[in-house]
Nanobody
């Protein structure tokens, strides 16, 4: 089993920055991919960024490219999402996800991940 705990959410003005953290614990040795998703009220959960932890390949949704960056710290079993130039449309609950195994799907598909955190709220408003 793997547990994921997100932190770093909050309220920020447009143009501001936040850094989300996702700390993994438990059987983390088997994980080979992690991702960040978000869900706004009335909308479907969407992929924001993904990282394949072995070769450190990263992916970002078009809507956040150039503004958000996913990264990892293997020593801390933690994945980060640095969010800059935040916009009101970035307001959502942000979820961390982790996956294992050799069956791969697109990084932004929910079925690519086996474990999910509880989420952390990000609100961008003036």
């Amino acid at each position: 089993q793997v547990q994921l705990v997100e932190s770093g959410g909050g309220s920020v003005q447009p143009g501001g920055s936040l850094r989300l953290s996702c700390a993994a614990s438990g059987s983390t040795y088997m994980l080979n991919r992690m991702g960040w998703f978000r869900q706004a009220p009335g909308k479907e959960r969407e992929g924001v960024a993904g990282i394949y932890t072995v070769d450190v390949m990263t992916y970002h949704a078009d809507s956040v490219k150039g503004r958000f960056t996913i990264s990892q710290d293997n020593a801390k079993n933690t994945v980060y999402l640095q969010m800059n130039s935040l916009k009101p449309e970035d307001t959502a609950m942000y979820y961390c996800a982790a996956g294992y195994g050799g069956t791969w799907y697109a990084w932004d598909e929910r079925k690519n991940y086996n474990y999910w955190g509880q989420g952390t709220q990000v609100t961008v408003s003036s």
